[in-house]
């Protein structure tokens, strides 16, 4: 199979805490989605690059769990990850992403919720965007048949 390559753009005017941006997807799913500061930092309506990073982890693993599920011979009827995406201050100033927080439930037949936790954490290690985060960021997992 040949690299895949998936694209995304974004475009920011103006000063950091008084600027807004906009960015979207090759594929159309965001279409100039608005960001700004204040999205971000102050909760406003409107997205941030922290929560796109939680929902392509969150589908991302899903996919993977439910790969692994299928290589262990099990059918999963749901996997239903919820992501969260921890930046934390830095000392001297600014900011980085230092957590992912993963819960995982799941629908899945024949399983019983210690095979499902196994699997669960099996899963991590397959999933492409965990792997990219894990160099820098701690992934918890809290996994549950449910």
Not at 43 to 55: C, S, V
Not at 123 to 132: E, I, M, R, T, Y
């Given at each position: 199979m040949a690299k895949i390559k998936r694209h995304g753009q974004a475009t920011w005017r103006g000063t950091l805490r008084e600027g807004k941006g906009e960015v979207s997807t090759e594929s159309g799913a965001l279409e100039k989605l608005s960001y700004s500061f204040h999205t971000r930092f102050e909760?406003?309506?409107?997205?941030?690059?922290?929560?796109?990073?939680?929902?392509?982890?969150?589908?991302?693993?899903?996919m993977a769990f439910s790969a692994t599920l299928e290589e262990k011979g099990y059918v999963p009827k749901r996997v239903e990850t919820h992501a969260t995406c921890v930046m934390s201050p830095l000392e001297g100033g600014g900011f980085a992403i230092t957590g992912m927080e993963l819960q995982v439930r799941g629908e899945v037949p024949g399983l019983d919720n210690e095979t499902f936790v196994e699997i669960a954490h099996e899963?991590?290690?397959?999933?492409?965007?965990?792997?990219?985060?894990?160099?820098?960021v701690t992934i918890k997992l809290d996994a549950a048949l449910g």
């Open positions: 909760n406003e309506p409107g997205t941030n690059p922290e929560e796109l990073i939680a929902g392509a982890h969150a589908a991302c693993y899903s899963a991590d290690g397959n999933c492409p965007v965990s792997n990219l985060l894990r160099p820098g």
